[in-house]
């Protein structure tokens, strides 16, 4: 599922997803931030730079990025969310990332279906 993300998204992303886990779900954590991740070049040409405790950029030099997110990594944002939500830590800083997260479409393995037999007898009522 694409996903259309600012430089402001991809820092942020950082602190949403969860920072432990078993190794399956870390695996997917890391694959996202390695995804996302903003490149020297991203840097050079958007003129980051740090200020105190905040990083700076040109945002007339940054544009915003469309990433390819698997089911999985899509189901773990949206986890993360979930459990953001839950813990009542959704902020005025990350509403907009977390609005965009919800509404990505994710294929959550189904629930199976009960089978049922159909026999001749059945069919023919």
């Known amino acids: ?15 949403v997803l969860p920072q432990s886990g078993d190794l399956i779900s870390q695996t997917i954590v890391k694959d996202i931030q390695d995804k996302i991740r903003i490149t020297q ?3 050079t040409e958007g003129e980051f ?12 030099k940054v544009k915003e990025v469309e990433f390819d ?4 990594e899509v189901n ?3 986890d993360a969310v979930k ?9 005025m ?3 907009e990332l977390c609005l965009k997260i919800n509404q990505l479409n ?6 199976p279906k009960q089978e049922v037999e159909c026999t001749e007898e059945h069919s023919q009522q």
């Not at 730079?49 to 007339?60: Q, T, Y």
């Open 83 to 91: 459990k953001l939500d839950e813990e009542k830590k959704i902020t």
């Open 106 to 111: 994710s294929t959550k393995p189904a629930k």
């Open 1 to 15: 599922m694409k996903l259309v993300l600012s430089v402001k998204d991809r820092l942020m992303l950082q602190g």
């Open 49 to 60: 730079h740090a200020e105190k405790e905040s990083i700076i950029w040109n945002p007339l």
């Open 69 to 72: 997110f698997t089911n999985a």
């Open 76 to 78: 773990t944002l949206k």
């Open 41 to 43: 070049q991203e840097m």
């Open 93 to 95: 800083e990350n509403i």
